[in-house]
């Protein structure tokens, strides 16, 4: 299956790529710790284009004082699925792009193999349209194998068909599909394989135990527990100080899970949450007298979707949704998801879920405005760190507020 990148990351990708040279300075010797670093952070034209776009104001003013850098690593730019705007998402490729543009933390979603090894990679069966494995002798061991165009049902290739040999011996590729070709290609991550570029970049980490197959997880590991086990004995086996490692999961009983049995890394557990006014039907956010109880099971940070933390006021303002004001109110700490990953050239009406906050594009009307949002998830919700596609955006606003 040949790569194409949705309409929104072509147009996005020829900006960073055509909008001039990257622009690179050396940092201050900051990364989120505080401690000296020895990379260049590299954040490319997309940063200033957005910011010379936007509307005359304080905003604008102020992020436009900070062009001249230095820029340096924040914990506060996370990197998702490494850089997954332009490059093929959970590949080398992609977390050393995230790292350069000067994300503090890369994530790894993780899921497993026949074998049982934690791999990389937002779902256990979407290696049809995430790698070329459909265009290589493996298809045949998918769960539901290409047999050519036109296909009903779709393809169906499960990272539990494959070793960890096998695995490996794929390409990764832009997550879309068209039944007609091949490939074009990045190098696929194990969680251990992660965590050691993670090191050896000066990052750090935020593995997300993806959900599975139960009869699958069962199978292999003899049930959840052992699953959610696994990424601890990685993590363990690998050295790496749980300060740096921020777990995920949308799944409680994993984080509660860490907390019980690993509570050096429960500690930093991020619980996400499953908010979805799109889906039929919608899965509401939780109550305030449910998010107190997840305070009182040792739960710390929460992370709902950015578009449950915003609202619009009747002046056309963007302000703190009262979900986010409950969820402080509950003692709970917040990270959110995904910055750029919306297409945002017509407005906050035409853009999807991220931005359904704002369903008649009253405060987001051009792609610049995405610092309106970000401005109030940062000074006014006030949330740990956000995810974003395109890591550079993020750290641009972080380094110019001053946010490690």
């Given at each position: 299956?040949?790569?194409?990148?949705?309409?929104?990351?072509?147009?996005?990708?020829?900006?960073?790529?055509?909008?001039?040279?990257?622009?690179?300075?050396?940092?201050?010797?900051?990364?989120?710790?505080?401690?000296?670093?020895?990379?260049?952070?590299?954040?490319?034209?997309?940063?200033?284009?957005?910011?010379?776009?936007?509307?005359?104001?304080?905003?604008?003013?102020?992020?436009?004082?900070?062009?001249?850098?230095?820029?340096?690593?924040?914990?506060?730019?996370?990197?998702?699925?490494?850089?997954?705007?332009?490059?093929?998402?959970?590949?080398?490729?992609?977390?050393?792009?995230?790292?350069?543009?000067?994300?503090?933390?890369?994530?790894?979603?993780?899921?497993?193999?026949?074998?049982?090894?934690?791999?990389?990679?937002?779902?256990?069966?979407?290696?049809?349209?995430?790698?070329?494995?459909?265009?290589?002798?493996?298809?045949?061991?998918?769960?539901?194998?290409?047999?050519?165009?036109?296909?009903?049902?779709?393809?169906?290739?499960?990272?539990?068909?494959?070793?960890?040999?096998?695995?490996?011996?794929?390409?990764?590729?832009?997550?879309?599909?068209?039944?007609?070709?091949?490939?074009?290609?990045?190098?696929?991550?194990?969680?251990?394989?992660?965590?050691?570029?993670?090191?050896?970049?000066?990052?750090?980490?935020?593995?997300?135990?993806?959900?599975?197959?139960?009869?699958?997880?069962?199978?292999?590991?003899?049930?959840?527990?052992?699953?959610?086990?696994?990424?601890?004995?990685?993590?363990?086996?690998?050295?790496?100080?749980?300060?740096?490692?921020?777990?995920?999961?949308?799944?409680?009983?994993?984080?509660?899970?860490?907390?019980?049995?690993?509570?050096?890394?429960?500690?930093?557990?991020v619980y996400l949450d499953s908010y979805d006014d799109t889906v039929n039907p919608p899965i509401p956010p939780l109550s305030f007298a449910d998010l107190q109880k997840l305070r009182a099971k040792g739960v710390r940070i929460f992370a709902p979707p950015m578009n449950a933390l915003l609202a619009v006021d009747a002046s056309g303002q963007i302000v703190p949704s009262r979900y986010a004001l409950d969820i402080k109110r509950a003692g709970l700490k917040i990270i959110t998801w995904t910055f750029e990953r919306a297409d945002l050239r017509q407005?906050?009406?035409?853009?999807?879920?991220?931005?359904?906050?704002?369903?008649?594009?009253?405060?987001?009307?051009?792609?610049?405005?995405?610092?309106?949002?970000?401005?109030?998830?940062?000074?006014?919700?006030?949330?740990?760190?956000?995810?974003?596609?395109?890591?550079?955006?993020?750290?641009?606003?972080?380094?110019?507020?001053?946010?490690?």
């Amino acid at each position: 299956m040949q790569s194409r990148l949705t309409s929104y990351a072509l147009a996005t990708a020829l900006a960073v790529l055509t909008a001039g040279s990257p622009v690179t300075y050396a940092h201050d010797g900051r990364d989120g710790d505080g401690k000296d670093g020895d990379q260049s952070i590299q954040l490319g034209p997309r940063p200033f284009y957005l910011v010379d776009g936007m509307d005359s104001g304080w905003l604008k003013t102020k992020l436009g004082q900070c062009k001249a850098g230095p820029f340096y690593r924040t914990d506060f730019s996370i990197g998702h699925r490494g850089g997954a705007l332009q490059f093929p998402e959970h590949s080398k490729e992609a977390y050393n792009a995230g790292a350069r543009m000067g994300a503090g933390i890369v994530e790894c979603d993780t899921t497993f193999t026949k074998d049982g090894k934690l791999v990389c990679r937002h779902s256990d069966c979407d290696l049809h349209t995430t790698t070329n494995i459909v265009a290589t002798p493996l298809n045949a061991k998918c769960e539901v194998p290409w047999t050519g165009p036109g296909q009903n049902p779709a393809p169906k290739c499960c990272t539990w068909n494959l070793t960890l040999q096998e695995f490996k011996s794929l390409r990764a590729k832009m997550d879309a599909s068209d039944p007609a070709a091949t490939t074009p290609d990045g190098t696929l991550m194990t969680l251990r394989e992660s965590i050691a570029l993670n090191e050896k970049n000066g990052v750090k980490h935020t593995p997300e135990l993806k959900g599975g197959d139960p009869e699958q997880i069962k199978a292999i590991f003899g049930g959840q527990a052992q699953y959610a086990q696994k990424m601890i004995d990685e993590l363990r086996d690998s050295g790496v100080d749980p300060h740096r490692v921020w777990l995920q999961s949308f799944n409680l009983d994993d984080i509660l899970y860490w907390i019980d049995n690993a509570p050096e890394f429960g500690e930093q557990a991020v619980y996400l949450d499953s908010y979805d006014d799109t889906v039929n039907p919608p899965i509401p956010p939780l109550s305030f007298a449910d998010l107190q109880k997840l305070r009182a099971k040792g739960v710390r940070i929460f992370a709902p979707p950015m578009n449950a933390l915003l609202a619009v006021d009747a002046s056309g303002q963007i302000v703190p949704s009262r979900y986010a004001l409950d969820i402080k109110r509950a003692g709970l700490k917040i990270i959110t998801w995904t910055f750029e990953r919306a297409d945002l050239r017509q407005g906050a009406s035409k853009a999807g879920f991220y931005y359904d906050f704002d369903p008649q594009g009253k405060a987001i009307k051009k792609d610049s405005d995405m610092y309106k949002a970000l401005d109030v998830l940062a000074r006014q919700v006030r949330i740990l760190g956000i995810f974003s596609d395109w890591p550079a955006t993020v750290t641009y606003y972080a380094n110019c507020m001053d946010l490690r």
